[in-house]
């Protein structure tokens, strides 16, 4: 399956914990995005990169969040301290270039207990 | 981006057609319509998009009104695996703009 891959696909951890997620995006897609979904609710924008630049942050990415691409290749997302209002699913998704169609992968669910 | 607005739910039988409509009545002339649907616990699964012109693939067509201010999902035989919520957005597509979705529309197909 060459699709957007993430990993893990559901994480279960203690408020306070920190984790992280792993999205490893359609081979040569150079932007990369970053969302997250609550029950009931669409997809909320996170962060996004083109290569290995983050170039826009939303206001829902608060000061424990942190995204990176070192390499321009795969993307890990962390969450420092969680707590239980973080908990969602976490999606990646990527694209060829500017202006072409996202392709979405099968998330990552979290839930802080 | 421009704002869509979709009906909360819909039902329609198996084999029959899917009609879900969509309005954009703000959109911008470099704005295309995008269409998603995302099937419970997995992650949005793209479908189709168009600028002006109805555009057909293999799981749907668009229709995109002259004024461009509405637009409808067409499933041609829906099937039970077509139960999901389908999600209209509005884009600009030459630039690096990610996809700001609403709540959309959840339709289920009944036997």
């Known amino acids: 399956d060459t699709g957007v891959s993430q990993d893990p696909r559901h994480k279960i951890t203690k408020r306070g914990q920190n984790v992280t997620f792993r999205c490893d995006p359609i081979s040569e897609h150079n932007r990369l995005y970053w969302y997250r979904q609550t029950l009931g609710q669409g997809p909320e924008f996170l962060t996004y990169?083109?290569?290995?630049?983050?170039?826009?942050k939303s206001r829902l990415l608060s000061d424990r969040f942190s995204a990176e691409r070192p390499k321009g290749s795969f993307s890990t997302l962390e969450i420092q301290r969680t707590e239980q209002g973080d908990s969602a699913m976490y999606l990646c998704?990527?694209?060829?270039?500017?202006?072409?169609?996202?392709?979405f992968g099968e998330g990552s669910w979290l839930t802080v207990v | 981006d421009a704002k869509t607005t979709q009906p909360t739910s819909m039902d329609c039988a198996e084999g029959r057609a899917a009609n879900l409509p969509c309005n954009h009545s703000?959109?911008?002339?470099?704005?295309?319509v995008y269409w998603y649907r995302q099937i419970h616990s997995q992650g949005p699964q793209y479908i189709i998009h168009g600028l002006k012109n109805n555009e057909t693939n293999e799981m749907a067509s668009l229709i995109i009104t002259e004024d461009r201010k509405s637009s409808t999902l067409i499933l041609p035989h829906a099937t039970l695996r077509d139960t999901a919520v389908y999600y209209c957005?509005?884009?600009?597509?030459?630039?690096?703009?990610?996809?700001?979705f609403g709540t959309g529309t959840s339709l289920t197909v009944i036997p």
């Open positions: 998704a990527s694209s060829l270039g500017i202006g072409n169609t996202i392709y």
């Open positions: 703000t959109i911008s002339g470099n704005e295309y």
């Open positions: 990169f083109q290569n290995e630049a983050q170039l826009e």
């Open positions: 957005i509005v884009r600009v597509s030459n630039t690096g703009n990610q996809f700001y």
